[in-house]
């Protein structure tokens, strides 16, 4: 039961953090704790394809797509960082609301590239791991 309501702390502080990200591009706020909703919302900030949206169905695969989500959200947000991409898979529900309520923090568009900003290269190893 206690678990249960851990995971339930933290999907609702994760949610408050999209609700501050979503206010900011002036998308309604509320769709961040509609379960499907706030993922559609996401995918089209990060610049992604509607149909991964079956792939976090699969168990196992959603893991993957998961922090690729969290870590592209980290990205759109010009946050490139090894820490930075650490943080947003590993403390979502710290990383979030960091994104979201942070005022020195803003959207850049997919991948960062609003303004023809062009991102730094990773490292072999990065890009592997």
Sequence with gaps: MKILLVLGLITLVSSIGLFGIFRKQNIPGWKAFV?????????????????????????????????SMLSGLARAHRQYSFFHAAAAILTPFIYLPYLGFSKNVQYQGPEGTNDGFVPPKKNVIREWV
């Design 35 to 67: 379960p499907v909703v706030n993922v559609i919302e996401w995918l089209k900030l990060i610049g992604k394809p509607m149909w991964w949206i079956a792939m976090l169905i699969i168990p196992g695969v959603n893991i993957f797509y998961l922090a």
